[in-house]
């Protein structure tokens, strides 16, 4: 847990995808969030946390629904939406925290 603090600690906007293999939807993320992070290049980390090895994370912060994107700046929680979203959106909110 005391690595997560430093992760989302930055001045750099912090995208987690908590995610789990066997789940479609959160599966179906993975290349939407690669072109995020192709589009943003080093304006954001996108990081994928996988919540059967995160246990502890996921409940922490609550993690009931998958996928569930969570946008960290400076340690406090600025966005966070459970389901699947389309890549420009995704873009378009992080941009609001660039």
């Given amino acids: 847990m005391s690595k997560f603090g430093e992760l989302i600690d930055g001045q ?16 179906a993320m993975h290349p ?3 072109d995020v992070a192709a589009a943003l290049g080093d304006k954001v980390k996108v990081i994928k946390i996988d919540i059967n090895k995160n246990i502890e994370l ?3 912060l609550r993690v ?3 996928p569930t994107l969570i ?3 400076s ?5 966070r939406h459970s ?5 420009n959106y995704i873009i378009d909110i992080i ?4």
């Fill in 71 to 73: 946008i960290y700046k």
């Fill in 12 to 27: 750099v906007p912090v995208l987690l995808d908590f995610y789990t293999e066997g789940n479609v939807e959160s599966t």
């Fill in 95 to 98: 941009q609001h925290y660039v």
């Fill in 83 to 87: 389901g699947a979203q389309e890549a």
């Fill in 32 to 34: 939407i969030l690669k």
């Fill in 64 to 66: 009931k629904s998958l």
């Fill in 75 to 79: 340690g406090e929680m600025k966005w």
């Fill in 58 to 60: 996921a409940e922490a």
